[in-house]
């Protein structure tokens, strides 16, 4: 029953991160991805914090700063980069191959064994995005190409080593440190590089408490405690239900129009994420079973 919940509550993260592309082009000023970034990450950060009362120790300085800038700092920002360079169907079909990756970076870092079953899931998922949110209007553009996969390589290898580097501490203050030191890492930038940041009016306030209060605070809380309890492999096949969730959104809200061939990239995506959690937890054990007798 744990388990279930687990996996239950984990996948919820992907659905509500599924809400970012919505929300950033109804409801922020267009053009400042660092700074937003930065909201999104600094405010639930301190909050977290404020909440758990502890502060890491400094021998984990280091690797929270690392875990900060790869989970947090240079993944917003490149995926917010993103957003606003490509259309949202080429953003999400790149960053989809961030399963992929933690294959790669949990075989290397972990010992966990790449299951054929996993590598053979998180295929299909790329290509259910594909069928799901490509369209003609998908044109290349160079650098949010480059901002779309540098993202999904940082959160990979983010994901791994919050794995790996597993303090004594609740998930809640966990996914506090990161946050806040992401946020901090990016606060001088934002100053710097985007200083024309408008003052937000009430419908910016509300873009950036959804994304810092639900999309970051609750949503990293329940994504870093399924990385510690279920392994990087299963929690990441989740990702695909990102872009699923902003397509519905897209058509929910927004009137956009469903095709028969959406439907069938959301029923692989679906198909993906079963199997690609299920061979997670074989590769997770694997790894487990590895460190035990190592």
Same mark, same amino acid.
């Given at each position: 029953?744990?388990?279930?919940?687990?996996?239950?509550?984990?996948?919820?993260?992907?659905?509500?991160?599924?809400?970012?592309?919505?929300?950033?082009?109804?409801?922020?000023?267009?053009?400042?991805?660092?700074?937003?970034?930065?909201?999104?990450?600094?405010?639930?950060?301190?909050?977290?914090?404020?909440?758990?009362? %502890?502060?890491?120790?400094?021998?984990?300085?280091?690797?929270?700063?690392?875990?900060?800038?790869?989970?947090? &700092?240079?993944?917003?920002?490149?995926?917010?980069?993103?957003?606003?360079?490509?259309?949202?169907?080429?953003?999400?079909?790149?960053?989809?191959? @961030?399963?992929?990756?933690?294959?790669?970076? &949990?075989?290397?870092?972990?010992?966990?064994?790449? %299951?054929?079953?996993?590598?053979?899931?998180?295929?299909?998922? #790329?290509?259910?995005?594909?069928?799901?949110?490509?369209?003609?209007?998908?044109?290349?553009?160079?650098?949010? #190409?480059?901002?779309?996969?540098?993202?999904?390589?940082?959160?990979?290898?983010?994901?791994?080593?919050? &794995?790996? !580097? @597993?303090?004594?501490? &609740?998930?809640?203050?966990?996914?506090?440190? %990161?946050?806040?030191?992401?946020?901090?890492?990016?606060?001088?930038?934002?100053?710097?590089?985007?200083?024309?940041?408008?003052?937000?009016?009430? =419908?910016?306030?509300?873009?950036?408490? !959804?994304?810092?209060?639900?999309?970051?605070?609750?949503?990293?809380?329940?994504?870093?405690?399924?990385?510690?309890?279920?392994?990087?492999?299963?929690?990441?096949?989740?990702?695909?239900?990102?872009?699923?969730?902003?397509?519905?959104?897209?058509?929910?809200?927004?009137? %956009?129009?469903?095709?028969?061939? @959406?439907?069938?990239? =959301?029923?692989?995506?679906?198909?993906?994420?079963?199997?690609? @959690?299920?061979?997670?937890?074989?590769?997770?054990?694997?790894?487990?079973?590895?460190?035990?007798?190592?």
């Amino acid at each position: 029953m744990t388990r279930s919940l687990d996996l239950l509550t984990t996948a919820m993260v992907p659905v509500v991160w599924g809400t970012t592309y919505i929300v950033t082009t109804e409801m922020l000023p267009d053009g400042f991805p660092i700074t937003v970034a930065m909201l999104r990450a600094l405010p639930a950060g301190l909050l977290l914090l404020l909440i758990a009362r %502890q502060l890491p120790p400094l021998r984990w300085v280091p690797k929270v700063l690392v875990l900060g800038a790869l989970n947090i &700092s240079i993944f917003l920002t490149l995926l917010f980069v993103a957003a606003y360079r490509l259309p949202g169907g080429l953003a999400a079909t790149l960053t989809a191959i @961030q399963p992929l990756m933690v294959l790669v970076f &949990s075989r290397i870092l972990l010992g966990a064994l790449i %299951q054929p079953a996993g590598v053979a899931a998180a295929l299909a998922g #790329i290509v259910g995005v594909g069928l799901l949110v490509l369209g003609p209007e998908a044109f290349p553009d160079p650098i949010g #190409i480059a901002a779309a996969l540098g993202a999904a390589l940082s959160m990979a290898a983010g994901n791994v080593l919050a &794995s790996r !580097w @597993q303090p004594s501490v &609740s998930p809640l203050t966990f996914t506090g440190w %990161q946050l806040t030191a992401g946020g901090m890492l990016l606060l001088p930038l934002a100053l710097l590089i985007e200083p024309d940041f408008p003052v937000p009016d009430p =419908a910016n306030l509300a873009g950036l408490i !959804w994304l810092g209060l639900i999309g970051g605070a609750l949503a990293y809380v329940f994504w870093f405690r399924g990385i510690a309890r279920l392994g990087p492999p299963t929690v990441t096949a989740f990702s695909f239900l990102s872009p699923l969730s902003a397509v519905v959104l897209g058509w929910a809200v927004l009137g %956009q129009a469903l095709t028969p061939l @959406q439907g069938l990239g =959301a029923f692989i995506i679906l198909t993906s994420v079963w199997f690609g @959690q299920r061979a997670g937890r074989r590769a997770t054990a694997t790894a487990n079973a590895k460190g035990a007798t190592a």
